[in-house]
């Protein structure tokens, strides 16, 4: 766990919002609530948590509606709760920018394990690079900052990433023309196996590629092999920043 941590929880509900709480700062975290997105929103403006757990329904504007307004401004990891385990709510989740889910009801140990999964890979440096140098990571026009955790494009304009989008650039950029299939990178990004009927990893790539201008039917830089998985097609350079 990463000591000291502030997890900001979304929910209408006052005893859920009042059980994580109690139950995170048992386990060490320091826990903010809000009931809903106006609070959230104040919430931010005061302070920046390291993770939020949202709630995807909510009065007002949903979760989805706020994953995807805070994802253009932000790369704070979230976490999505959903009333139902249905496989749209997932996805929709994803695509809007969520890190991980977790359907309801659920138990407090289950979303502090995915809560502590999700900060350990928010926090974790590639393994090939120093802790020490804080490195620009370049290819086909575009710059990863590892410490700004954004991207910059070739015309200089920052491209906000979500944590998972983030975590998965990078393992693409770790391997350079290196065939990735999908339980390698759901192994790597999110440390599980993929299920026959999971396409999160396919919905953070078209997350990506959309956001580097890819055309979908003919990307260049993420290619998709067939029967394989995916990999990154361009060559790569790594750069301490000045």
Not at 104 to 125: G, N, T, Y
Not at 127 to 143: E, K
Not at 183 to 194: C, F, I, S, W
Not at 227 to 237: C, D, E, P, R
Request: proline share 6%; aromatic share 4%; hydrophobic share 40%.
């Amino acid at each position: 766990m990463e000591p000291h941590s502030t997890i900001l929880i979304v929910d209408d509900d006052r005893e859920i919002r009042s059980l994580l709480a109690d139950y995170l700062e048992s386990n060490g975290y320091r826990a903010l609530t809000a009931m809903d997105g106006a609070v959230m929103w104040k919430t931010l403006e005061e302070t920046r948590p390291d993770l939020i757990v949202l709630d995807l329904n909510l009065p007002g504007d949903d979760g989805l509606t706020l994953c995807r307004k805070l994802r253009g401004q932000s790369n704070i990891p979230v976490i999505m709760l959903t009333a139902r385990n249905e496989p749209l709510d997932r996805i929709l989740g994803l695509e809007m920018g969520a890190d991980d889910y977790l359907p309801k009801p659920f138990e407090p140990r289950e979303l502090l394990a995915r809560i502590r999964s999700v900060l350990r890979r928010s926090h974790a440096m590639p393994s090939n690079v120093p802790d020490d140098a804080a490195q620009l990571i370049r290819f086909a026009g575009w710059t990863l900052d590892l410490t700004a955790r954004h991207l910059i494009g070739p015309d200089s304009m920052v491209v906000m990433l979500s944590g998972a989008e983030f975590r998965l650039l990078r393992v693409f950029l770790e391997h350079p023309n290196r065939v990735l299939n999908r339980d390698q990178l759901l192994n790597q990004t999110q440390g599980r196996d993929a299920d026959p009927f999971d396409r999160s990893i396919d919905i953070q790539i078209s997350r990506l590629r959309q956001k580097l201008g890819e055309d979908a039917r003919l990307p260049q830089i993420i290619k998709t092999v067939r029967n394989g998985g995916y990999v990154l097609a361009v060559s790569v350079t790594v750069e301490p920043t000045r």
